[in-house]
């Protein structure tokens, strides 16, 4: 661990009153928050919520390779170190590759999961997943990036299912956390990876039958025009003990457009199925 540090002026700390802590990783320290106490969940639970190397305000090293591997071998050390257990994890898009190789791996340190419009399986041959990999992860994709702050400018604005429930200042947070083009790397390499690195998904979907009878909550923006229902039924069929609660208004970023309205399905999924 390492001791606090000031935080980019950026940072509304009247929205944002987090506590900021960093975890020494070998390539850069991640930042991470860890509450216990205080509003919302972090008043019965706690809530620990780490950024991946290269996004948020972790360090961002350029020469790393940004692949799902990586962010999972750190994510790994991070629990590791911290010693957490009997963890229920909550995944949002990449973060179900990243959370559930872990937890595949250690079936018996998981309570629960909670996902968010995410997979963990090859989406090779569904047309809008090889189009946007090919596209973001390609030439074209890495210069908007590197030199438009694409993803966060245009693509998460894009993505929401209705947009006046992402605020200007949350849309210039997630700006503001690339300043600069070699900043942004893993923002194209994210993409790339969602085809390129297929045979490494498949082998997480094949363990899944560790976590068979693990409790699941899923949230599900019915609005997001990749991860459609068809990848929801895969969650439901993996995991029969499980929750879901489809909300026909938002998009992809759900975690985000829900807000305060995903705490009482998490706060009972907590309490009922895991208490």
């Keep these: 661990m390492t001791a606090s540090r000031s935080l980019p002026a950026w940072i509304d700390r009247t929205e944002y009153p987090f506590q900021s802590r960093f975890f020494e990783t070998p390539h850069g320290d991640m930042h991470y928050v860890d509450e216990g106490s205080g509003e919302q969940l972090t008043t019965k639970f706690r809530c ?3 950024d991946y190397l290269g996004f948020g305000l972790s360090d961002k ?3 790393v390779s940004y692949l799902p ?3 999972a ?4 050390r991070f629990i590791e170190a911290l010693g957490l257990k009997d963890i229920t994890f909550v995944v949002h898009d990449w973060g179900g590759p990243v959370g559930m190789s872990y937890a595949l791996d250690h079936p018996g340190n998981v309570k629960g999961i909670i996902a968010y419009n995410s997979w963990f ?3 090779r041959g569904i047309r809008v997943f090889e189009r946007f990999s090919r596209f973001m992860g390609g030439t074209v994709g890495r ?3 590197r030199n438009f702050n694409f993803f966060p400018r245009v693509l998460i604005p894009l993505s929401v299912g209705d947009r006046k429930k992402l605020s200007s200042s949350a849309r210039r947070h997630f700006a503001k956390a690339f300043p600069t083009p070699r900043s942004r790397k893993g923002t194209w390499v994210f993409p790339g990876a969602i085809i390129g690195q297929s045979e490494w998904l498949e082998t997480l979907w094949a363990k899944r039958g560790a976590l068979r009878n693990t409790p699941v909550l899923l949230l599900w923006g019915l609005k997001d025009v990749a991860f459609t229902e068809k990848l929801l039924t895969r969650w439901e069929d993996a995991f029969p ?9 938002v998009g992809h ?5 829900l807000g305060r309205d995903a705490i009482a399905p998490v706060e009972s999924f907590l309490g009922v199925r895991l208490g």
């Design 48 to 50: 620990v919520a780490p």
């Design 61 to 63: 090293p350029y020469d």
């Design 73 to 76: 071998d750190n994510l790994a």
């Design 69 to 71: 591997q990586f962010h």
């Design 121 to 123: 399986w090859s989406v």
């Design 143 to 145: 210069f908007l990036c």
């Design 241 to 249: 003990n499980h929750v879901t609660m489809r909300y026909p208004n």
């Design 253 to 257: 970023f759900a975690p985000e457009e």
